[in-house]
Structure formats: C-alpha cells, structure tokens
C-alpha cells in the first residue's frame, strides 16, 4: 500500500512534458503560435503599467535600478528599447562617477549591440573595460559579454578562432560561478555538448528539466539543448518534441530572440512538413526583426530562402491543380444549371398543383372550424339544458315536498282555528290572527330550505363567489348560517333570476336594498365590474356537468 502511494505521489508530481504526448506537444505549440500576439500584448502591458508606477521624486541610484528593471524586460523583446534604458544608466552612473554601475551598465550594452549587429561598437566598449578593475561580482557579465560577442559575430563570419574564443570565455565563466547556481548547471552543461558528452549531459538537462517549470526563461535554454544533443544523435521524434516545447516556452514568455522556432523549421522541413516548417520560419523571422537581432536574421535567412523556395513551389503545384479542380467543377456547374432548370420547372409544375391543394386544404379548414364551432355551440346548448333539467327536477322534487309541507301545516292551522271556534275562544283566534310568527318562523323555515337545496345543487358556490371578490372584502359566513341575505341575492342570480323586483319580492326586501346589495359587491369584486354578475352565474358549471 505504501509503495502504491508513493507511486502516484511521484506520478503526480513528474513534469507535465512528460506526461504529454508528442501530438499534445504540438497542439500545445500551435495554440501559442495562434495567441503569439496575446502573449505579445500581456508583456507590453505588464511593462506600461510598471512605467506608471515610476515616481517623480526619485534618487539617481533607484532611476538606475528602474532603467535596469525595464532593460530586463526588453532585453529579449525589443533591443532598441532596452539599448535606451541602458544608454540612460550609463549616463546616471557618470554622473554618480560610480565606476561599478557604469561597468554593467558597459557590459549589457555590449550584449545588445552584438545582437544588433553593431560588432564594431560592441567590441570597443569590451576593449575599454579593464578586467582587472572589476569587482568579482561583474566578472560572469564580463565573461557572458564576450561569449555571447563571439556567438553572435560567428554567426555572420564563421571562424574557428571565435569557437575557440566562447569554448575559453565559457571556461572562465566555469570557474567563478557557484556550482549550486542553475546557471554554472546550464553553462557546464553546455559545454559537455560541445565536447559531445551527450549521454551524461541529456541525462542531466532532464533532471534539470524536473524542478524547472515553462514560465521559468532557462527552461527554453534547457528543453533547447536537449534538442540539440538529440539533433547531434539523430533521434528526431526527440528532437522535434523538445525544440517544440523550448519553443512554446519562448512564445508564452514573449521572448522575441530565440533558437527554437528555428530549429523546429528545420525539423519540419526535414520530414517533409512544408507547410509547417514555413509557418515557424515565418513566426522566426518575424521576432528576430521585431527584436532587431540581426543574428538571427542572418542564421534563418539560408533556412528561409530554401523553405520558401520549396513552400512557393508547393503552393504553385496547388495552384495549378486547384485550377484543374475549378475546371472540372465547371463543367460539373453546366450540367448542375441544366439539372436545376429541369427541376424547376418540375417544381413549378408541382408548386400550383400544391396551391391548388392548399386552397382546398383552407376550404376544407374552414369548413371543419365551422363544424367545430356548431360542435361547440350545440355542446353548450346542451350543457346548459342538461344544467337546467337538473336545477329543475331538483326543484320539483322539493317544490312537492314543501307543497305537500304546507299544506299539512295549513290543515293543522285549520283545525286548531276550528277548536278555537268551537270552544268561542274567539279572543285567542283574534290573537293567533293578529300575530306574525307563523309567518316568520314559515320564512325562516323556507330559507333554511333554500339555502339546502341551492348549496345541494351548488355546495362550492360560498368559496367561488368569494374567490371573485378581493381578499379584505370576502365574505364570513356566523356560526350555523348556510347563507345571509348578500349571498341569497346572488344564489336567486345564480338560478336566473336576475329582475331585482322578483328578488325583492322572495326575499322580502325593498328594491333599493336588493340594487344597493347588488352594485356594493359589484364594487368588491376582484374581476371586471361589468363580468361580475355574468361570471357568478358560471359558478358551479362544471361540477354539474361532471
């Protein structure tokens, strides 16, 4: 188990190069060549804003190391900016008459101007620093200067003597770097290659490889010399893949003086990839003049005449078959347009036939939502008759029944009066006479019946008719009431009678009270005022059709 996680512990935590595959490489190279100009424009804008931070008040000792920040910057994008900055500290560092900053500031220029081409300058600037008035700490830029004076200017006259010379300066520059330094690594490393000691030195460059991460500048260097040792022992799937990722690397950190892209050209023309190794020379030549390292120029300018040459030649060859290929199509256009000519007149043909039918599609639309409507309409009449035949046998059954009630009460009445009469009671006939609670008790006694039968017919009519009213004016019912008399007048409108003299007469009501009823609840409703009375006599609709 523990060997188990060690072994994922170590898996995760190898570098990402390894893990990719050398396709993935590639797409990674040209998502990087395709945002060149991104990576372009986040480096200028990481400088602008730096340039927005310099401050009006400073000392000339911190306007020398604010120079010297930007010449870093510039140093691998844009040599004519960063030979600006420098030519400013080495004015500040006469003024200070400080001879240490005058010296680096010397030597960066140097670097830059061998780049540019300007080796005659270069190479009085490094005749008039003495080397033994330099501090220990300058030595590695006085040895880098010169080195690199010789890179660059073998790469306009080559000589044996100048390899001789960066081999010597490469040494010296050995012998006082710290050991520890990734710096002394590269360098010793790159001197093994050239004494082709490749095994050990690839071996080295991945363990160095490991622990550098891409945004690191050294890890270009690193997967760079790589590339070279594999180009030097002919594995050219190895090759291709580090100078891709030395390359990737340059373009994400916007370092215009590279090798890699180069290099990979080369690569690409080799296995026969015209086309991409023409896109890379392109995207090379286009740094190294945006950069102004004429160097460089001068190193990709054999590379891209002969990869041009052959790229121009290609596209002619695609030109010219692409001209076969367009006449082909041509004649193939003829017998198209003739086809088309034909099938048009064809759909023409069908085109009216599908107008005539369309009319009498509509014809026969219309005359189905005729039918529809009728369909609807009679579906109506007959859920309304169907409605009314229900409210009325209801009501006839009951309409019996309190008749056949009455008239018992009636005999009932009949035979008390009679022994009333009988027995001269004629004071107590006058007073049963006189009084009204018979009949009160009998109206009573015939809303209780009607609020029955009408919430029988219509037991959600309280909640629907409440539901058409807003929520603060909604109606709640005593305790034991069915209905009240507001409620009675709209169960009556409800049944279809609507003349509010009818009303009044039934419930025994003024007609100004039954209209004043009517128009307040009007004013509580929470629908339209003029569908109020229309939409309660729907309440209940459904159930009965149900």
């Known amino acids: 188990m523990k060997n188990l996680l060690l072994f994922y512990t170590l898996l995760l935590s190898f570098p990402t190069f390894a893990l990719d595959s050398e396709d993935i490489i590639l797409v990674k190279l040209n998502d990087a060549l395709k945002n060149k100009q991104h990576y372009v424009k986040l480096k200028e804008e990481r400088i602008l804003n730096f340039k927005k931070i310099k401050s009006e008040t400073l000392t000339p000792e911190q306007e020398y190391n604010y120079n010297k920040t930007l010449y870093l910057e510039y140093q691998k994008f844009n040599s004519d900016s960063a030979i600006r ?67 660059h200017y073998a790469a306009n006259s080559y000589n044996e003597e100048y390899r001789q010379q960066i081999v010597k300066y490469r040494d010296s520059l050995l012998l006082i770097l710290k050991p520890n330094t990734l710096d002394y690594k590269i360098t010793r490393l790159t001197q093994d290659i050239f004494y082709k000691k490749y095994d050990n030195s690839q071996k080295q460059l991945e363990k160095l490889l490991q622990t550098t991460t891409e945004d690191n500048p050294q890890y270009a260097m690193i997967t760079y010399l790589l590339g070279k040792i594999n180009e030097a022992t002919h594995n050219i799937e190895l090759q291709k893949k580090y100078y891709a990722l030395s390359a990737t690397s340059d373009l994400k950190n916007a370092n215009k003086d590279n090798a890699s892209l180069q290099e990979l050209a ?40 002969i990869i041009n040459t052959v790229y121009l030649e290609r596209e002619a060859k695609r030109k010219a078959e692409l001209q076969t290929y367009l006449l082909c199509i041509s004649l193939l256009s003829i017998f198209l347009i003739a086809a088309v000519v034909y099938v048009y007149k064809q759909m023409k043909k069908v085109s009216r036939i599908r107008g005539e039918l369309y009319e009498t599609s509509q014809k026969l639309a219309e005359l189905n939502k005729d039918i529809t409507e009728t369909n609807e309409q009679l579906k109506e009449r007959n859920s309304q008759l169907s409605e009314s035949n229900h409210v009325k ?36 006939i006058y007073k ?8 009160d008790n009998e109206l009573e006694e015939l809303y209780k019946n009607f609020d029955i039968i009408f919430l029988n017919l219509y037991p959600t009519f309280v909640k629907d008719f409440n539901a058409l009213l807003i929520p603060e004016e909604q109606i709640v019912l005593k305790q034991g009431e069915l209905l009240n008399t507001e409620l009675r007048i709209f169960a009556l409108i409800r049944l279809g009678i609507t003349d509010s003299v009818k009303i009044a007469a039934f419930l025994r009501y003024s007609l100004s009270t039954i209209y004043n009823y009517r128009t307040r609840a009007r004013n509580k409703a929470a629908v339209s005022r003029n569908d109020f009375e229309e939409m309660v006599m729907k309440i209940g609709s459904m159930a009965l059709k149900s």
């Open 85 to 151: 900055y420098v030519k400013k500290n080495i004015k500040i560092a006469g003024e200070l008459q400080k001879k240490e900053l005058l010296n680096l500031a010397q030597l960066e220029l140097v670097t830059l101007y061998s780049s540019s081409g300007k080796y005659r300058e270069s190479e009085a600037i490094l005749k008039s620093i003495k080397k033994s008035e330099l501090p220990l700490n300058l030595l590695p830029n006085y040895y880098i200067a010169y080195r690199e004076f010789f890179e």
């Open 266 to 305: 080369s690569v690409f023309y080799e296995i026969g990839d015209v086309d991409m190794a023409y896109k890379l020379t392109q995207s090379a030549i286009e740094d190294a003049l945006y950069c102004n390292v004429q160097f460089r120029t001068l190193l990709m300018s054999e590379v891209y005449s």
């Open 432 to 439: 049963i006479l006189k009084s009204t609670t018979l009949v």
């Open 393 to 428: 046998e209801e009501y006839i059954a009951h309409f019996f029944s309190l008749c056949s009630t009455y008239i018992n009460k009636l005999e009932n009445y009949r035979i008390i009066l009679n022994k009333k009469a009988a027995a001269k009671q004629f004071d107590e």
